[in-house]
């Protein structure tokens, strides 16, 4: 099955630093999500990516869908304390596709 | 207050017993879907169901078992021919395939 790279694995930064992540993939993805969980619950949607090259923002958070449509980012800007979690990409491939791939998860911890 | 409810947090089962979880959403909802996670390890998906009365094997179905008899439920079955547990189950819906998943809080299954 496809396969999702998500990096970095984990990360530690300084409270008001900006932080990046990305996804890559094998296969073309036509759709990408980002998550964050929290521990003990489930994943919470943070950005939706439709089109290749579509940057979408949510708050302090950017995400982009890659031109390729291999792969997608993350941005999180002026990081503070309740952005620690679990971060994951998700990807779908086709159109009328029900099934998600997804990453195994960047940790992030931030340090006040 | 709409989303996706998970039943019971924690789940304990004994050597060669079957046990059900449970998982309602109120947000009318078409599809809905069951996921195992594992320690550092993104989400692999069990089974879904596009529609009532309908549903698909996912990645890593062995082992397990759901109905859907009803729009809001999808009630998930770990039986005991499942050897590997022990694991976080999270639920999900989407209005469509298409559509972004949302998530319970979900279930940790342990083994006594």
């Known amino acids: 099955g496809q396969q999702l790279n998500q990096s970095p694995q984990s990360m530690f930064i300084q409270e ?34 439709y089109k290749a090259g579509e940057l979408t923002s949510n708050g302090r958070l950017t995400a982009q869908f890659g031109i390729t449509r291999k792969d997608s980012f993350l941005n999180i800007s002026a990081s503070i ?30 340090i006040p | 207050d709409g989303g996706i409810t998970q039943s019971p947090k924690y789940l304990f089962r004994k050597e060669g017993q079957n046990v059900t979880l449970s998982c309602e959403q109120n947000l009318n909802h078409d599809a809905m879907y069951w996921y195992r996670q594992d320690p550092g390890q ?30 809001e439920s999808f009630p998930l079955t770990v039986t005991s021919a499942q050897k590997n547990p022990t694991a976080f ?24």
């Open chain 1, 16 to 49: 008001g630093e900006d932080v990046s992540m990305n996804c890559t993939s094998s296969s073309i993805f036509n759709t990408w999500l980002w998550y964050k969980q929290d521990p003990g619950e489930g994943p919470v949607l943070l950005i939706a990516l």
């Open chain 1, 81 to 110: 304390p309740s952005d620690v979690g679990i971060y994951f990409c998700a990807g779908r491939t086709g159109a009328g596709s029900y099934q998600l791939t997804f990453g195994k998860g960047t940790k992030l911890s931030v």
């Open chain 2, 42 to 71: 993104g989400l692999r998906l069990i089974y879904y169901s596009q529609i009532v009365n309908d549903f698909q094997k996912g990645d890593i179905a062995e082992g397990y078992s759901v109905s859907r008899e009803k729009k």
């Open chain 2, 89 to 112: 189950y999270l639920c999900a819906s989407s209005n469509r395939g298409d559509q972004p998943q949302h998530f319970g809080d979900g279930t940790r299954l342990s083994i006594l």
